[in-house]
């Protein structure tokens, strides 16, 4: 294999999802998350619809989307069912980190494309945020706690229906070193015939 087969299979590798509460609370300047987002728009797209879309928090307005992650959360909540923990969890969720990216999945207006395939092209999206984010030396989460896959916080973000909250991508740099595994390797998921 050739070098470039080597560095993107070390960048694959050693992608590792660092809780927001691992990062260290230092800043990324904005220039580099947008250098990370550009490349989410060389995802594959079937028929071109080129489906992903965010919303990136950036300063003090992620310490702000989490207090009204938090909220949201209360205001969905039924008063028997409300657990401060949960609600401090997506409070704090983002002190330590330095940038907040929505990954939303935006419906196109070409039927023939199932919403899968956009759902999937989106995720291709994040993905290289994950990696483009592994590469220059940026901590990344994913996450769908809280109410990510509530309809409450579609309707805050002012979404129509048929789109979809793909995730919370959490944004920072850290101090630790996370080790990867995986359970099964991949001879077990791969059937050649
Ligand atoms: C769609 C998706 C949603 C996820 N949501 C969460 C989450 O809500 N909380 C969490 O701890 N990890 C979440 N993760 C991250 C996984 O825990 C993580 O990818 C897995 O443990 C493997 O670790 P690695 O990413 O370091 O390889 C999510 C991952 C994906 C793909």
Redo the contacts with the bound molecule.
């Keep these: 294999m050739n070098e470039v087969f080597s560095t993107i299979s070390a960048v694959i590798k050693n ?3 660092i ?1 927001p509460a691992k990062m260290n609370g230092k800043k990324i300047p904005d220039e580099q998350v947008k250098e990370v987002l550009k490349l989410a728009n060389w995802a594959p797209t079937h028929g071109r619809t080129e489906p992903w879309r965010f919303i990136v928090y950036s300063d003090d307005k992620v310490k702000q989307f989490c207090y009204q992650h938090a909220e949201l959360y209360k205001a969905n909540t039924p008063v028997e069912k409300f657990e401060q923990g949960i609600y401090d969890k997506q409070l704090h969720n983002g002190d330590l980190a330095s940038h907040i990216v929505i990954a939303i999945m935006q419906r196109g207006d070409v039927p023939k494309i199932p919403a899968l395939e956009e759902i999937a092209a989106t ?1 291709i999206a994040i993905q290289n945020i994950l990696l483009g984010a592994t590469a220059a030396g940026i901590a990344s ?5 809280g109410l ?1 896959h509530h309809p409450a916080m579609k309707n805050f973000l002012q979404l129509k229906d048929e789109d979809v909250v ?2 919370i991508v959490y944004l920072g740099y850290s101090d630790e070193k ?1 080790e ?1 595994n995986r359970r099964t390797e991949m001879d077990e998921k791969a059937t050649w015939k």
């Design positions: 992608r590792r999802s809780k995720a989460f994913l996450s769908t706690s990510t793909m995730g996370m990867g």
